[in-house]
């Protein structure tokens, strides 16, 4: 099976890689990349821990082929903090809600949450909830999430004001 | 899992791709946003010896076909939520969208690759054939229209030969006093229906119903029009049909409905009855308000 060259950017950063096809876009991240905050929990689009950002848009990452990305912008977790570390919105709002204990589903909900509240800046409760429907998590349980988000939402809408 | 191995092909062009959907025959799948094939590869339920990505195709947006909207086949199913072009001339698939799946899922899938899974529980198959859609499709020997009602013909298996894709589908016009209402039920929000119903219904300036499309899904092999019903329902007085009834009517006769941990064949009829029952009455309170 003919292996594929790739050209794409990744938080910013141009890559070229020769890929075999059937890599999928969360596994190039990880081991082509070296970005492994990008999480894999179900491998099959489930589980939404693997959600990053093609040109912009909140995607699962084992849905779709590295090949796939070839030209595409990617950001993953690690590309939505500040340069220096600073933690963005969403990450410290879950920080200080209590929104993550293990952590594991943490970076597919940042996504998840980052691309929602860019397009929905001032969400109702249960848009909230229907926008976080697609990641899960088995541990902390949801109630910090939600609340975390509320709050990142409230955050953004005093900044705009 | 991983996926199996395959080659892959990424064609410039419609004909290139049916081309070579010709050359590779039975080996290949065609991949669009992938959402539900990359699941079946990864599990694997699938094992195809070559993928051909429709990425470059174009095939995307939706516009107006004289009264009729032409959706392309390749347009993502966060761009059908978001057309207002969609909203105005096909509420129903407008309003079935936001229940495809999550967001992160719509951001891939496609319209044209939803009808051609063709899997009996999703939501476009329902909505293309209560509204009487057609199917544009290309292979090599040309193209052809398949109407939505000839289109599904068993479990995931379409009309589609293995060298022909789906380039467009076409929502015909529905003018007059109409309405339009998708139900459905499921465990957890997002999820495969346990059983839906996508219903629209024309009402004449007389209260009686002049027209009108019932589908359902979930509830057997194929995504399933219930004709005997409408055919019942055609003439009859909006007031004088009760919603239950017409959910009743939608039911009986079904073969095949499914059956699993999630709900026996017996439940999902019942349900299905349900969600025909509410569906009707929306969608009979919108057209009796326009």
Not at chain 2, 18 to 24: I, P, Q, R, S
Not at chain 2, 52 to 63: E, F, I, P, T, Y
Not at chain 2, 253 to 263: E, M, Q, S, Y
């Amino acid at each position: 099976m003919l292996d594929v060259e790739i050209r794409l950017r990744v938080n910013g950063s141009p890559r070229r890689h020769t890929v075999p096809p059937r890599l999928t876009l969360a596994d190039y991240l990880r081991e082509r990349c070296q970005l492994t905050g990008t999480h894999l929990g179900c491998e099959h689009g489930a589980c939404g821990a693997c959600t990053v950002l093609l040109d912009g848009a909140a995607v699962r990452a084992c849905l779709m082929f590295a090949v796939q990305a070839d030209g595409c912008e990617v950001t993953t977790v690690e590309g939505i903090a500040a340069p220096d570390g600073g933690l963005s919105r969403v990450q410290a709002a879950l920080q200080e809600h209590h929104g993550l204990q293990c952590g594991f589903c943490t970076p597919g909900f940042v996504i998840s949450a980052t691309a929602f509240l860019r397009d929905t800046p001032n969400p109702t409760e249960e848009q909230i909830r229907d926008a976080l429907s697609g990641n899960l998590c088995r541990c902390t349980g949801y109630q910090g999430i939600v609340k975390a988000v509320r709050a990142a939402a409230q955050a953004v809408a005093e900044q705009t004001r | 899992m991983k996926p199996p191995k395959f080659d892959y092909h990424a064609p410039a062009d419609i004909h290139q791709t049916v081309g070579l959907l010709a050359d590779l025959g039975e080996d290949a799948k065609v991949i669009a946003g992938g959402q539900s094939l990359v699941p079946l590869l990864a599990l694997r339920l699938s094992f195809p010896e070559h993928l051909v990505d429709l990425r470059h195709v174009g095939l995307r947006g939706a516009q107006a076909r004289g009264d009729a909207l032409w959706v392309g086949a390749c347009t993502t199913q966060a761009t059908i939520e978001r057309s207002a072009a969609v909203a105005a001339a096909v509420p129903l698939l407008a309003r079935a969208t936001p229940l495809i799946g999550h967001f992160q899922i719509r951001n891939r899938g496609t319209i044209g690759g939803s009808l051609a899974h063709a899997d009996a529980a999703a939501e476009y198959p329902a909505v293309a054939l209560a509204l009487g859609a057609e199917l544009e499709t290309l292979s090599p020997r040309g193209p052809r229209t398949i109407p939505a009602m000839s289109f599904f013909t068993g479990r995931w298996t379409t009309e589609l030969a293995t060298d022909e894709v789906v380039t467009g589908i076409v929502f015909p016009p529905w003018p007059g006093r109409c309405g339009f209402a998708i139900e459905e039920f499921a465990r957890r929000g997002h999820d495969f229906a346990l059983a839906g119903a996508a219903v629209a219904v024309e009402v004449a300036g007389g209260g009686s119903i002049e027209r009108c499309g019932i589908a359902l899904f979930g509830l057997g092999p194929v995504p399933l029009r219930a004709s005997a019903a409408e055919t019942a329902l055609i003439g009859s007085g909006v007031e004088d049909i009760a919603d239950d009834e017409v959910g009743r009517l939608a039911v009986a006769g079904l073969d095949g409905v499914p059956a699993d941990l999630h709900g026996s064949a017996g439940y999902r009829r019942q349900v299905g009855a349900v969600v025909v029952a509410r569906a009707w009455q929306r969608a009979v309170q919108e057209a009796r308000n326009a």
